[in-house]
């Protein structure tokens, strides 16, 4: 899953609490927080993935080399370069092009994949800017002040949990590589789990808040409250959410992930549950009357917006640029909040085609408002 900076307060030991109520599940919570991964040895590993039937020398002949250049890649010999990776990928007519465009978000033509460091530069949110080892890396990778080696590359991705799986799950299976193997299934896992229940991501988001950190303990009332969910289904998506290792329970309150779900470059069937729940909770909130001024009180701001209008192509592609925009510059802006959190916003985007839609589900979209497993 792509995922934000947006990391807790909670870093040192007496935070946590004693070290008797740690479970193992709270122990694998704190290991994956910083994963230390072999990044060249993992770039042996997916040379020799994408190689799959080839042997090395006829892989070697059809990069143009005279001698088993892909053995020494997979060897550690010599080290394989971002280009070299490039090259290996146009060879194997692997679609790089096509894949870094979905997992950016951005148009195929304007992405430039010997400038990559410019577009993670500019991803909003990709990668941990606030590690200075990553930014090294970038400063030199702009600079072309040293080789660039695709280990380094996938070290950049790794800086956030999610960006790094994302990217691989394109076109390499992350199960059938050893250096990554039992945390690449484990992403798999809690994936599958979040996608397939939002409530999931709600709750997550709820155990940021001020208002629940700077409780002494745990207040299920308080939290269902802003994660728009019964306490009976708080309990359960709390219970779910440690036994993933996601959430941490100190034996008196939760805290959450270190890092916010996000979703922007990552494919996953399921995740149109998250966008249908979503996208039913802001209209079921429509208010239908003035709403009292005593409600808004201790609530964030609050806005909707929504059109229903018959354009032309090239205007639905600038609303199209418009909305990636906003939603970059929203993401920017949710990174760099550093100030308490008081409310979980829901930030819904759409704009699509009418016809894209299957007009036989109308009547099934006008009822979805009395279904039983939505808040009222």
Do not use: C
């Given at each position: 899953m792509k995922i934000n900076t947006n990391r807790t307060k909670l870093e040192t030991k007496d935070r946590l609490g004693p070290r008797s109520v740690y479970s193992p599940q709270d122990q694998a919570f704190r290991q994956r927080k910083n994963p230390q991964r072999n990044y060249p040895l993992l770039s042996q590993e997916i040379l020799t993935f994408l190689r799959a039937k080839k042997s090395q020398r006829e892989l070697s002949q059809l990069l143009g080399y005279s001698y088993n250049q892909v053995g020494k890649w997979e060897s550690g010999a010599t080290k394989l370069k971002w280009t070299d990776f490039l090259k290996l990928c146009e060879t194997l007519n692997i679609p790089m092009q096509v894949h870094m465009s979905n997992y950016l978000g951005k148009n195929t033509e304007k992405i430039d994949l010997k400038?990559?460091?410019?577009?993670?530069?500019?991803?909003?949110?990709?990668?941990?800017?606030n590690n200075k080892r990553i930014c090294n890396k970038l400063h030199k990778w702009t600079q072309a002040k040293t080789p660039f080696y695709f280990a380094d590359f996938l070290e950049?991705?790794?800086s956030n949990p999610s960006s790094l799986f994302a990217?691989?799950?394109?076109?390499?299976?992350?199960?059938?590589?050893?250096?990554?193997?039992?945390?690449f299934e484990h992403f798999q896992t809690c994936m599958d789990a979040v996608a397939d229940d939002p409530i999931l991501i709600y709750v997550n988001a709820a155990l940021h808040l001020q208002s629940y950190q700077d409780l002494l303990e745990h207040n299920e009332i308080l939290l269902a409250q802003h994660a728009c969910v019964q306490v009976a289904q708080l309990r359960e998506a709390l219970s779910v959410l440690r036994s993933l290792g996601i959430i941490f329970y100190d034996g008196k309150k939760y805290y959450p992930c270190p890092f916010d779900f996000s979703f922007s470059n990552l494919r996953h069937k399921n995740?149109?549950?998250?966008?249908?729940?979503?996208?039913?909770?802001?209209?079921l909130g429509y208010p239908l009357?003035?709403?009292?001024?005593?409600?808004?009180?201790?609530?964030?701001?609050?806005?909707?917006s929504i059109r229903v209008n018959a354009i032309s192509e090239s205007a639905a592609e600038k609303i199209s640029v418009l909305v990636n925009k906003f939603h970059n510059e929203a993401a920017d802006v949710?990174?760099?909040?550093?100030?308490?959190?008081?409310?979980?916003?829901?930030?819904?985007?759409?704009?699509?085609?009418?016809?894209?839609?299957?007009?036989?589900?109308?009547?099934?979209?006008?009822?979805?408002?009395?279904?039983?497993?939505?808040?009222?």
């Open positions: 400038k990559m460091a410019y577009h993670l530069l500019n991803s909003h949110g990709l990668l941990d800017l950049l991705l790794d990217w691989l799950m394109f076109f390499v299976d992350g199960s059938q590589l050893p250096t990554i193997k039992k945390s995740l149109r549950k998250f966008h249908k729940y979503s996208t039913l909770l802001a209209g009357a003035p709403t009292p001024l005593e409600k808004y009180k201790n609530a964030n701001a609050s806005v909707s949710i990174s760099n909040d550093t100030e308490p959190k008081q409310n979980v916003q829901i930030i819904v985007f759409h704009s699509f085609a009418s016809t894209l839609l299957d007009p036989n589900k109308n009547l099934e979209v006008l009822n979805l408002s009395d279904n039983p497993r939505l808040p009222k």
